[in-house]
């Protein structure tokens, strides 16, 4: 099983629209989560860590369910440059050394 | 800050070669990855340094990769010989010692690898 499980999508969203994706983890010791945001062709870049109170940063939501080892993200108000695939990160354990586990990404397409 | 620098950007061998990466982390950054990103997966971790110790390399194929940071600075990433299956982007990212469990790592543009 992998360690962190993600809707590859892809997603195709007008502008404006509310689009939310989801992923899973396995390792119920995991202490650290994130939603990182690569562009097409280009490195990955954090987007928000995710606490377990849940985070809000502008348009971005992020909620962490533990008991369900869930992870989202939500995207009000869909913009053109949102266009990117979301990667969903776990720290594998709970250390500042811990390896990151990288989903393999959901894609998101918004059109105007 | 200058970011994370890595070079090639692009490299092209022809399968059973040898090829080289290279990586330098953002100044002052201690702990220096490796990751392999093949085409529509996300990226994996291949080798993980703190300093010039290796911290994590438990998904580096030993047989034919090889990884250094001799003076804990600059790495330099090794495969010899490649295979078909190596064509991926080889990502290096670099991270600092503060906020603990959240402090964010830092990547660099990649180096994209086709093998033929």
């Known amino acids: 099983r992998k360690e962190v499980e993600q809707d590859p999508g892809p997603f195709n969203v007008p502008e404006g629209a509310t689009v939310a994706f989801n992923c899973t983890y396995s390792n119920s010791a995991s202490q650290s989560f994130f939603w990182y945001r690569q562009d097409c062709r280009k490195e990955p870049k954090l987007l928000m860590s995710v606490y377990s109170s849940g985070n809000e940063d502008g348009r971005f939501t992020a909620q962490l369910n533990r008991a369900s080892q869930y992870i989202s993200l939500l995207i009000r108000d869909s913009k053109l440059s949102d266009s990117a695939t979301y990667l969903c990160?776990?720290?594998?354990?709970?250390?500042?050394?811990?390896?990151?586990?990288f989903g393999r990404g959901t894609q998101l397409t918004v059109w105007p | 800050e200058a970011g994370v620098a890595q070079s090639p950007r692009y490299k092209i061998i022809e399968k059973r070669q040898s090829v080289a990466f290279w990586c330098n982390p953002i100044?002052?950054?201690?702990?220096l990855y490796w990751y392999q990103q093949i085409l529509g997966q996300g990226p994996k971790l291949l080798i993980q340094?703190?300093?010039?110790?290796?911290?994590?390399d438990s998904q580096l194929p030993k047989d034919r990769f090889s990884a250094e940071r001799l003076k804990g600075v600059d790495s330099t990433l090794k495969i010899q010989p490649a295979k078909l299956e190596d064509s991926a982007v080889y990502l290096c990212?670099?991270?600092?010692?503060?906020?603990?469990?959240?402090?964010?790592?830092?990547f660099g543009p990649g180096t994209r690898l086709t093998v033929l």
């Open positions: 100044s002052g950054h201690a702990t």
């Open positions: 990212a670099s991270r600092g010692l503060g906020g603990g469990l959240w402090n964010e790592q830092f």
């Open positions: 990160v776990v720290r594998g354990r709970g250390s500042t050394l811990g390896r990151l586990y």
């Open positions: 340094f703190q300093n010039n110790g290796v911290v994590d």
